[in-house]
């Protein structure tokens, strides 16, 4: 099961991090990255392999205008 952590904003950039379990294969985490990549415009920022086979992998992604400002989103 993959674990998703809460949104963290820094200046115009807005960071998530994921945590993947060591059962999960190197195309599964491909194709998970891939769709957050796709639908939800994220990109990798940064992937770490731990001993036991965990993965811990930061996405990040450009805030838009309505982001900023409050009142604007829908």
Do not use: C
């Amino acid at each position: 099961m993959t674990s998703v952590g809460e949104a963290v904003v820094e200046g115009d950039w807005e960071y998530r991090r994921l945590r993947l379990p060591p059962g999960v294969s190197r195309k599964a985490a491909m194709v998970q990255l891939s769709i957050h990549a796709e639908f939800a415009g994220w990109e990798l920022r940064n992937v770490r392999l731990y001993a036991d086979g965990t993965r811990r992998i930061w996405l990040r992604r450009k805030r838009t205008a309505a982001d900023r400002l409050p009142g604007l989103s829908t």
